[in-house]
C-alpha cells in the first residue's frame, strides 16, 4: 500500500504565494509520473501541473508563469510553487503519483486526501 500526504496549503491573500508539497511513503519500487490537480466548489477535478520521472513538466494554461512543480525522486516527494494567486485558483488540492511497488508490478495510481487553498480577494 502506498500512501500520499499533503501539507502547506492555507489561506492567502490575492497577489501571494504558497507552497504545497507531497510525501509518497509505503511500498514503492520505483514512482514515475507525479501531478498536482484542483477541484473548485462545484466543479470536476482538473490537472495543474504535472512532473515526468525525468523532471520534464507539463502545466495548465492558466498556471503557466505563476505555478512551478518540482519534484525529489530519493525522497519521492512532490512540491507545487505557487505565486501570484488569484481567487480563481482557491479549491482543494491533490496529489497524484503512478506508483509501482515491486518490479514486476503493473503502475497504480495513487491520491493524497487533498488539502485546501483559499485566496482572498
Known amino acids: 500500500q502506498v500512501q500520499l500526504v499533503e501539507s502547506g496549503g492555507g489561506l492567502v491573500q490575492a497577489g501571494g504565494s504558497l507552497s504545497l508539497s507531497c510525501a509518497a511513503s509505503?511500498?514503492?519500487?520505483?514512482?514515475?509520473?507525479m501531478s498536482w490537480y484542483r477541484q473548485a466548489p462545484g466543479k470536476q477535478r482538473e490537472l495543474v501541473a504535472s512532473v515526468s520521472r525525468d523532471g520534464g513538466t507539463n502545466y495548465v494554461d492558466f498556471v503557466k508563469g505563476r505555478f512551478t512543480i518540482s519534484r525529489d525522486n530519493a525522497k519521492n516527494t512532490v512540491s507545487l510553487q505557487m505565486n501570484n494567486l488569484k481567487p480563481e485558483d482557491a479549491g482543494t488540492y491533490y496529489c497524484?503519483?503512478?506508483?509501482?511497488?515491486?518490479?514486476?508490478?503493473?503502475?497504480?495510481?495513487?491520491w493524497g486526501q487533498g488539502i485546501q487553498v483559499t485566496v482572498s480577494s
Open positions: 509505503g511500498r514503492i519500487f520505483s514512482v514515475n509520473a
Open positions: 497524484n503519483a503512478a506508483v509501482r511497488s515491486s518490479p514486476v508490478s503493473v503502475l497504480y495510481v495513487y
